[in-house]
């Protein structure tokens, strides 16, 4: 084959892989016009007035989070300044809804141990929560420890996606669901006003989940061991850190010159009490010796 040969032949699957692209985007045009738009419309009408209505009355809606992980009790935060944002009002192929969740003030707590820290900060990263950490390390300066200060705020964000190439609708749920990140697919039949009303409530901390879950009694059994153990865990690190810290600060305060002439002081104090007690012993026996002598004949 010539070297013009070999350029045609190229240049004929260059032009045929571009026909089948183009038929594939043109197909996925059209199952977005005839499936897709019409529930992605349904859902831009819906979610604008919702986020419309939420800013004018302005409920109170509050969250809670396992944030702090040496206390079972959640941390509650409140939910307020909504934000709806879309890329097409005629033809939306993504929707989105903002707010952000905020402490009334900041929430400091101390977590034991490095491996508890660095998957705390794990997780307040994947939140995406503000927050301070001031480790405390040990004395070859690897962390043991730190004490978390939590500030906030934290994003709440919520997008349907039109994708014609799945021929779906993703429904992303960033920081609901008590996790910081889930996404769901339905088929343009399953997006109904059903669907809409059921996100709305999850939004507004009315449902924990979008979808339900079976979830059996074995799993819940397993589940509550499992939790036991990891408390029980946390304790035990927290009581060897809290250890850890009181032995520090006695060792620093044994290392001042004031506290060692105080202890010198006292040592001393104690030696010379010893032998005043020996010496009235002493003296004591002696007189005992003297009042039951015989006299003499």
Do not use: W
């Not at 705390?120 to 200060?149: I, M």
């Not at 397993?222 to 600060?249: C, G, T, V």
């Amino acid at each position: 084959m010539g070297l013009l040969d070999d350029l045609q032949v190229r240049a004929d699957r260059i032009r045929l892989d571009g026909q089948q692209r183009q038929r594939d985007y043109q197909r996925q045009q059209d199952y977005y016009e005839a499936e897709l738009k019409p529930v992605m419309l349904l859902a831009y009408e819906y979610f604008s007035k919702l986020i419309e209505n939420l800013n004018l009355v302005k409920p109170k809606i509050t969250a809670s989070y396992p944030l702090n992980p040496e206390n079972t009790a959640s941390i509650s935060l409140n939910q307020t300044d909504y934000e709806f944002i879309f890329d097409h009002g005629e033809k939306p192929h993504q929707l989105d809804i903002r707010c952000v969740c905020t402490l009334d003030r900041p929430v400091e707590f101390f977590v034991p141990s490095k491996t508890a820290v660095l998957n705390h900060s794990e997780l307040l990263d994947d939140y995406r929560f503000f927050y301070h950490r001031r480790d405390r390390r040990d004395q070859k300066h690897d962390v043991s420890g730190a004490t978390f200060t939590l500030e906030g705020p934290m994003p709440v964000h919520i997008r349907m996606e039109a994708n014609p190439a799945d021929q779906c609708v993703y429904v992303h749920l960033r920081n609901l669901e008590h996790q910081p990140y889930k996404r769901y697919k339905f088929p343009a039949e399953k997006v109904d006003p059903a669907l809409l009303e059921r996100i709305a409530k999850v939004l507004i901390r009315e449902e924990s989940q979008l979808v339900e879950v079976e979830v059996s009694d074995d799993f819940r059994s397993d589940l509550r061991r499992r939790l036991e153990i990891e408390n029980r865990r946390k304790e035990e690190e927290l009581a060897r850190a809290y250890a850890e810290i009181e032995a520090e600060k006695q060792a620093a305060l044994e290392a001042k010159p004031s506290y060692r002439a105080k202890k010198a002081l006292q040592g001393k104090s104690r030696e010379l009490d010893a032998k005043l007690r020996a010496r009235l012993s002493d003296l004591y026996v002696r007189l005992q010796k003297y009042k039951n002598r015989k006299p003499p004949l």
